[in-house]
């Protein structure tokens, strides 16, 4: 089956550190550039993350620049987001999403939700 | 960054009305905008690339146009399916920024 599947989610202080994992099935993973994307509750989507197949290149919003790292495993095809010194406005709902041709966000997991809370 | 305006914020209507969303770039972004589709609880699914370019699988009910700045996205006989929130979102420079959505809700 063609599926996504986040996980490494849960309540964290601000301050805190957390990776979320990204399981990919069903897919040629390492032929794909890979994205995570947020959404807090009730609000819109926000982009944070690409990187390429090969691992080579890294793009970062703003917000997070500097605070989470993305990376890869092709051998287990799995994508990664290492997330330190959290805040309080990460608190979201986190999204790995294949880029079809870099840009086309064609397959998304469920979503794996990170609160930022004392 | 390249801001997304999208309008309206929400809409109501009725099970086989046309409804229609915009979306206006800040900068000209060509036509690299995608379209996706929200249902609640679920994660977004893309249903619109290239600002008009249809999805495999994806109803002809559903149709995107526009380039440069000025997109809009229509679904022509709004089935119960279809109520859901859509955003527009540009890839033509990063950071990739989406618009703040539309919700389509029911009449």
């Known amino acids: 089956e063609v599926q996504l599947v986040e996980s490494g989610g849960g309540l964290v202080q601000p301050g805190g550190s957390l990776r979320l994992s990204c399981a990919a099935s069903g897919i040629s993973f390492p032929e794909y550039e890979m994205n995570w994307v947020r959404q807090a509750p009730g609000k819109g989507l926000e982009w944070i993350s690409f990187i390429t197949g090969p691992a080579t290149t890294m793009y970062y919003a703003d917000s997070v620049k500097g605070r989470f790292t993305i990376s890869r495993d092709n051998a287990r095809d799995s994508l990664y987001l290492q997330m330190n010194s959290l805040r309080t406005e990460d608190t979201a709902i986190y999204y790995c999403?294949?880029?079809?041709?870099?840009?086309?966000?064609?397959?998304w997991g469920r979503g794996t939700l990170v609160t930022v809370s004392s | 960054d390249i801001r997304m305006t999208q309008s309206p914020s929400s809409l109501s209507a009725s099970v086989g009305d046309t409804v229609t969303i915009t979306c206006q770039a800040s900068?000209?972004?060509?036509?690299?905008l995608n379209w996706y589709q929200q249902k609640s609880g679920e994660a977004p699914k893309l249903l619109i690339s290239?600002?008009?370019s249809l999805e495999t699988g994806v109803p002809l009910r559903f149709s995107g146009s526009g380039s440069g700045t000025h997109f809009s996205f229509t679904i022509s006989s709004l089935q119960p399916e279809d109520f859901a929130t859509y955003y527009c979102q540009q890839f033509d420079n990063v950071p990739l920024t989406f618009g703040g959505g539309t919700k389509v809700e029911i009449k």
């Open positions: 900068q000209d972004i060509m036509n690299y």
């Open positions: 290239d600002a008009s």
């Open positions: 999403t294949r880029g079809r041709d870099n840009w086309y966000f064609d397959l």
